[in-house]
């Protein structure tokens, strides 16, 4: 560990925090939730030493690498209780603007080119600030409106130098502390460090902005702004300037006068385009990143973080949601369980009795419900208390779907997003299913069809002519036959030679009746030799037994 006086700063700061919050009931329920499994009625209507606005304002002033430590926590639901979860889920970045002069200056050396060159107009007030960057609206020569993303100053420097601190007492902690090791805080900031250096990459989110646009574009009511790649590098972003409202401050009388279920039910079936056949997720649409257009379309405007489903992963999450759409318990549980990791103490039975009464009380939910999201989260929970690892991209699935029950429930409260489900996953199964019997799908299969066919004929005359010579041999790998017979031919020397003793013993008793002027102890001594022996040899034979076998147990 370092000792400079910055870093000493930085681990000052992160053991403060840690210790307020370790020491406090706070983490002590969390802790008790993982140990028994449940909150008490007390448990549950108890007031914490912190409210979760002061763990919210605690992170802001730790810095932004915090920021987005409490953005990751929020898809935690076995690491904090509810409203914290809630809490943490709305944690904007807001911060003071960088001065336009530092903006100036990291366009101009980003772009190789004068601000004045590269826009025909360029605002200087931001549109709005974050903790990596800010947004200003300008204008292309060609007169086309764009907004440019520009990184803060030292922002990158700042954010490697905290999560080395992180690195390094993490470490420490799981390699002590018993409670480090069961919640893997050592995976959360892996993930934080992940998150963080993609999204210090505009060139990233660019392609991830292209990649979108192409997976959504038969959805015409859903715009992701293009990038443009001249006025873009890895620290400025140029895109397309989409006007519009946050989608949370849509007046009551807008959505009286317009009906926006139709648009409601073509934003989930994009949602589940995403995540079921394309494995590729906007992964954080909360309300703050969704603008809603002047012409009622919905506009998704920050991929700097993104998720990746594979295909086997698509796969199990098509049965996981059609089964909690159609309420079945038992199939989400066993879902569940297929794609996770079990130990010698999880408990498979528990578990699958508690999910089935979670997904049956949640049935006939709607969208002002926040069912669906919340369903996965708990279950996620569920799953910590009884020793039952799922992957990561449970807790992600189960974020992104709370935050799309948010914007559901804005635009529609009424809407069934369960029966939206069952009704997209079977009509985006079957567009999958089309897609992949196009020609080139099948090259690979004809590949290894081709050199299957061809080496059949001599693997058959291989094993037909084993076969007539009688050299034909299956090998199993089951038992070691070696090991196997030296056992039992030690079994059979030790009884071999406890029957010697036994009648050398028996001998020398017989012999202590016969006469003899050669005496040992006062008694005959050929008696007394075959005794002696006999004792000896039993001696030899129990330290063996005993030592010997203890031993080489042991070792095994």
């Known amino acids: 560990m370092s000792n400079t006086p910055e870093k000493i700063r930085n681990y000052y700061k992160f053991i403060r925090f840690m210790l307020k919050y370790w020491n406090s009931d706070l ?46 926590l929020s898809t935690r639901p076995d690491l904090l209780p509810d409203e914290y979860l809630n809490a943490l889920s709305n944690l904007q970045d807001n911060v003071s603007p960088v001065p336009f002069e530092e903006v100036k200056e990291i366009i101009e050396k980003e772009l190789g080119t004068k601000i004045s060159k590269a826009f025909n107009s360029f605002d200087e007030k931001p549109l709005a600030s974050a903790s990596i960057g800010q947004v200003h609206r300008a204008e292309l020569h060609s007169g086309k409106p764009v907004a440019v993303k520009v990184q803060r100053p030292g922002i990158a420097k700042q954010f490697m130098d905290d999560l080395e601190t992180l690195d390094e007492l993490t470490a420490l902690a799981v390699k002590h502390l018993e409670t480090a090791k069961t919640y893997a805080i050592d995976e959360v900031f892996a993930e934080l460090r992940r998150i963080l250096i993609n999204e ?70 994009a949602y589940l385009q995403q995540i079921i056949n394309d494995g590729f997720a906007h992964a954080d649409p909360h309300p703050g990143n969704i603008k809603f257009t002047e012409n009622n379309q919905i506009a998704l405007i920050d991929l700097g973080m993104v998720a990746r489903f594979t295909p086997q992963l698509q796969e199990n999450l098509i049965e996981l949601l059609l089964a909690i759409s159609q309420s079945n318990g038992e199939k989400t549980a066993h879902c569940l369980l297929k794609m996770s990791e079990l130990s010698e103490d999880s408990q498979k039975k528990q578990f699958s009795k508690t999910v089935s009464d979670v997904i049956m009380e949640s049935e006939n939910s709607r969208a002002k419900d926040l069912q669906t999201g919340r369903i996965l989260i708990q279950l996620n929970r569920l799953a910590l208390t009884t020793h039952i690892k799922l992957p990561v991209e449970i807790n992600i699935l189960g974020k992104i779907l709370l935050n799309l029950d948010q914007i559901v429930a804005m635009l529609d409260p009424d809407f069934d997003l369960r029966a939206a489900i069952q009704r997209n996953v079977h009509e985006i199964m079957r567009k999958k299913m089309i897609s992949e019997l196009k020609p080139e799908n099948f090259f690979s299969t004809l590949i290894e069809t081709k050199h299957f066919l061809e080496k059949m004929p001599e693997r058959m005359n291989l094993i037909s002519e084993n076969l007539a010579n009688n050299d034909f041999k299956i090998k199993i790998d ?32 017989m012999l202590m009746q016969v006469p003899s002027d050669f005496r040992i102890f006062g008694y005959p001594g050929l008696a007394m030799i075959f005794f002696l022996l006999a004792a000896a040899g039993a001696i030899v034979l129990s330290y063996v037994i005993i030592f010997r076998d203890e031993n080489l147990n042991n070792k095994d």
């Open 478 to 509: 089951a038992i070691d036959e070696k090991r196997v017979t030296d056992g039992f031919q030690k079994v059979a020397n030790r009884i071999t030679l406890g029957l010697i003793i036994a009648a050398m013993i028996i001998g020398a008793s």
């Open 27 to 72: 983490f002590r329920q969390t802790s008790s939730v993982a140990m028994n499994g449940e909150l008490s009625e007390e448990d549950k209507e108890h007031k914490f030493d912190q409210s979760p606005e002061e763990l919210v304002e605690d992170l802001k002033e730790m810095g932004p690498t915090y920021i987005k430590l409490g953005q990751l």
């Open 200 to 269: 210090l990459d505009y060139k990233k989110e660019a392609q991830n902005l292209k990649t979108l646009s192409k997976n959504l574009e038969q959805y015409d009511n859903l715009i992701i702004p293009a990038p443009v790649d001249d006025y873009s590098s890895t620290r400025v972003l140029t895109m397309e300037f989409v006007s519009g409202k946050k989608i949370t401050s849509l007046s009551p009388l807008r959505k009286m006068e317009n009906d926006f279920s139709g648009l409601v039910e073509e934003l989930v079936e």
